[in-house]
């Protein structure tokens, strides 16, 4: 399979990491992404932007979204964007205070909305949602939006999601996604299936190397089933989609299980072409796929895998997602552009 890739965004003086990337209804790449000092040092960080007119070939310089956070309490993490059924573009943010990732009260999630495909961004609205790097927001067939991120309750990771049926005016309760004891389940990613279902992909953050864990709704996420394994081994912030085809595609950091720092194991970019039939078994036994290696990161201080993606009109799909690799010790964004119709699954 060929596999081109493209340079975003690499400034030697900073870390770029985290991505996501939209394609607006007038054929535009918006991409979003996080500058900051380094992974281990958010004393400064800034949400950047960027676009592309010709499927991610070329880029504009990055401009910036928010302000940078230098000597401010708080820091910005994880921004994803995706754009609703009117037309909009939605960018979902976690704004930290300064070493209380763990404390939901200090962790707040953030709307961006824009009604011109990016050229101009509203202030952010806060929601009442707490937590660290959150979802999309996903919005059902039925108008429901739906936001989630993640944290720490009585000591284990939980995944928390809330609703709302009026386009943000007011949210549900908090509703827990997902939560087990001696499971770190954290980053997921949700996947709408019409008729009230939804499948949400977790990471398993206990370094393990452990599949992939699932959990299914069948009433808009209101409630949702017990933790299922799906067979991603070592599958770290996957991001799902269905493709034009009816398949299913999920990017993913692969980490594998085994000592050493995180650094010395986040090496392998990896993708996921799986089906319908998968996505909505109730075991492990009833889902299959298949493994495609995207990326690899040469870097002694490897860092990657965290993504978005986007599928155009005539099949491909274009990947944004983060690595150090050539250079060296400082994130970059990087693109690339793959069929996936030579795999029949």
Request: with cysteine; aromatic share 10%.
């Amino acid at each position: 399979m060929n596999i081109q890739k493209f340079l975003i965004s690499n400034d030697p003086k900073l870390y770029e990491a985290w991505p996501d990337v939209v394609l607006t209804e007038d054929g535009k790449l918006v991409a979003v992404f996080s500058e900051c000092i380094h992974h281990k040092d958010r004393s400064y960080t800034r949400i950047m932007l960027t676009e592309s007119s010709d499927r991610g070939r070329n880029w504009t310089p990055k401009h910036p979204l928010t302000e940078g956070t230098q000597n401010l309490p708080y820091m910005y993490n994880c921004a994803r964007i995706t754009k609703i059924a009117d037309g909009r573009l939605v960018i979902t943010l976690d704004r930290v205070k300064h070493g209380c990732e763990d404390d939901p009260d200090k962790s707040k999630v953030l709307l961006f909305f824009s009604s011109d495909n990016g050229k101009t961004w509203e202030k952010p609205i806060e929601t009442p949602l707490r937590g660290i790097v959150p979802d999309r927001l996903i919005e059902l067939d039925n108008g429901r939006w739906i936001i989630s991120a993640h944290y720490r309750e009585n000591g284990d990771l939980t995944q928390f999601m809330r609703y709302s049926d009026d386009q943000g005016k007011s949210w549900s309760e908090p509703i827990i996604v997902a939560k087990a004891s001696g499971l770190e389940l954290c980053e997921v990613c949700m996947l709408p299936l019409g008729n009230g279902k939804i499948a949400a992909f977790l990471r398993e953050n206990s370094l393990k190397g452990y599949d992939c864990k699932k959990v299914l709704s069948y009433d808009n996420g209101e409630t949702w089933s017990e933790i299922i394994n799906f067979p991603i081994c070592g599958c770290h912030r996957p991001t799902a989609g269905l493709l034009k085809n009816g398949q299913v595609f999920i990017t993913y950091r692969f980490m594998q299980g085994g000592g050493g720092e995180i650094w010395e194991r986040a090496q392998n970019f990896m993708g996921y072409l799986t089906d319908l039939k998968s996505v909505e078994a109730k075991t492990r036994e009833g889902a299959s796929g298949r493994v495609i290696p995207i990326d690899y990161d040469r870097s002694p201080f490897a860092d990657l895998g965290y993504s978005g993606w986007v599928e155009f009109d005539d099949g491909e799909i274009y990947i944004v997602s983060y690595i150090v690799d050539d250079a060296y010790n400082k994130g970059q964004i990087r693109g690339y552009a793959m069929q996936l119709s030579d795999l029949v699954f």
